[in-house]
């Protein structure tokens, strides 16, 4: 059996990213929702305004440089180390998920390596790492910057009026389409 194939029989059946089944539709949503375009480049934003503009840029050149990352696959695991997400312990000798920023010493199941808040597998091996979590890009740039409801699109504070920063979700008033009643409205229906 190929590392890869070992891998794979560690992932739920309905995610494993095999042509013409449900887990390559899965796999093609979670491209979609945990690498957010409008998060990697600003060419895909449609609402940030030029006085943001650098700030958009030097958080998405730091996150590149100090946050995402891909882990690899690793077979055979040197030594047993406990699960980060399940707290079992890999076995040394077995196949393991290594995310390069934590270290060769630390090791997940294939099936654990998921996001820190949505819980789905990361896409691609793909993460992101913050406050010693690993997060999908999406739930990542979340923790930094709130996201606009309206437009998927993460925000600088400065962009939300303040008494919306504490009731989400967060749709910066640039963004609403043209309403009969007010945007504000739209937030709590």
């Known amino acids: 059996m190929t590392c890869i194939e070992e891998y794979m029989r560690w992932l739920p059946t309905e995610k494993i990213p095999r042509l013409g089944t449900e887990g390559e539709r899965y796999r093609d949503r979670q491209v979609v929702y ?3 375009r409008q998060d990697m480049c600003l060419a895909y934003t449609r609402h940030v305004e030029a006085e943001h503009r650098r700030s958009f840029e030097d958080f998405v ?7 995402s990352d891909f ?7 040197p030594t047993s180390t406990k699960c980060p997400e399940c707290g079992e312990i890999v076995k040394a000798g077995t196949l393991g998920v290594i995310a390069p920023k934590f270290g060769e010493s630390v090791a997940w199941h294939p099936s654990c390596f998921v996001c820190s808040v949505c819980k789905e597998l990361l ?8 406050d010693d979590h690993i997060y999908c890009e999406r739930h990542y740039a979340e923790q930094l910057r709130p996201r606009c409801a309206a437009c998927d699109e993460v925000r600088p504070i400065s962009c939300f009026p303040s008494e919306l920063l504490t009731s989400p979700p967060l749709a910066q ?7 009969s009643k007010s945007p504000l409205s739209l937030l709590y229906t």
């Open 34 to 36: 945990q690498l957010p």
């Open 61 to 67: 050149k730091a996150r590149n440089e100090i946050a």
């Open 71 to 77: 882990a690899i696959v690793k077979h055979p695991i």
């Open 123 to 130: 896409v691609d091996l793909a993460y992101c790492l913050y």
């Open 173 to 179: 008033m640039s963004c609403m389409p043209r309403w």
